[in-house]
């Protein structure tokens, strides 16, 4: 079971990137998908959810109206696309899966499985 994330890079503020996580050994359909942060000296914060159900979303108010998660279950891939780049949001981007969604999505503790990261630098 592993879990990568990737499409980081460096890009001015204002601009866009689109994040993807892909998996090899099960179904991303099957699980809630968090995408997750961590800036330099900060504690990882969760960023974005996306049920196994019905497709709802979550986002935490840092990014919402900015931050669109998304499924592709026939390339078993959930993507983030990230628009109106801002500095703050220069961190290492992570990819998790669990299986229970609930009110507490954005903390580590829900998730069992974790992609390494990839790095998204905002700056002009």
């Known amino acids: 079971v592993q879990l990568q994330a990737f499409g980081g890079g460096l890009v001015q503020p204002g601009g866009s990137l689109r994040l993807s996580c892909a998996a090899s050994?099960?179904?991303?359909?099957?699980?809630?998908i968090g995408w997750f942060r961590q800036a330099p000296g900060r504690e990882r914060e969760g960023v974005s959810c996306?049920?196994?159900?019905?497709?709802?979303?979550y986002y935490v108010d840092s990014v919402r109206g900015r931050f669109t998660i998304s499924r592709d279950n026939a390339k078993n891939t959930v993507s983030l696309q990230m628009d109106s780049l801002k500095p703050e949001d220069t961190a290492v981007y992570y990819c998790a899966a669990g299986l229970y969604l609930s009110s507490t999505w954005y903390r580590r503790g829900a998730y069992s499985y974790w992609g390494q990261g990839t790095l998204v630098t905002v700056s002009s």
């Open positions: 996306i049920s196994r159900s019905d497709g709802s979303t």
């Open positions: 050994g099960f179904t991303l359909e099957h699980y809630i």
